[in-house]
């Protein structure tokens, strides 16, 4: 897969990304139909286009889900989770 214009890897490019955030961007990356009427395949380019519209929709998700896991956790049910936003300090 090639790199995006702007050097960073498709993978960090979605690294704060859901599977529906993703998903999103692949739907507006669709090429609208040229004034010709031909179709055309999704490009890098109008994937990378897509990603800078899209916002991630774990951001509000982990912020959640951290102040749960620091407040509200009792007998340690959500100590896998916190181990997780320790390593990972997710955006």
Same mark, same amino acid.
């Given at each position: 897969?090639?790199?995006?214009? %702007?050097?960073?890897?498709?993978? $960090? =490019?979605? =690294?704060?990304?859901?599977?529906?955030?993703?998903?999103?961007?692949?739907?507006?990356?669709?090429?609208?139909?040229?004034?010709?009427? %031909?179709?055309?395949?999704?490009?890098?380019?109008?994937? $990378?286009?897509?990603?800078?519209?899209?916002?991630?929709?774990?951001?509000?998700?982990?912020?959640?889900?951290?102040?749960?896991?620091?407040?509200? %956790?009792?007998?340690? =049910?959500? %100590?896998?989770?916190?181990?997780?936003?320790?390593?990972?300090?997710?955006?």
């Amino acid at each position: 897969m090639p790199r995006p214009s %702007d050097g960073r890897a498709p993978r $960090e =490019a979605t =690294a704060s990304a859901s599977g529906a955030s993703a998903t999103g961007a692949a739907a507006a990356a669709r090429p609208t139909s040229s004034p010709s009427g %031909d179709l055309r395949m999704i490009e890098q380019r109008d994937f $990378e286009a897509a990603l800078r519209e899209v916002r991630p929709s774990t951001g509000p998700w982990f912020t959640t889900a951290r102040n749960v896991a620091m407040f509200a %956790d009792e007998g340690g =049910a959500y %100590d896998a989770l916190v181990g997780y936003l320790k390593k990972q300090k997710p955006r």
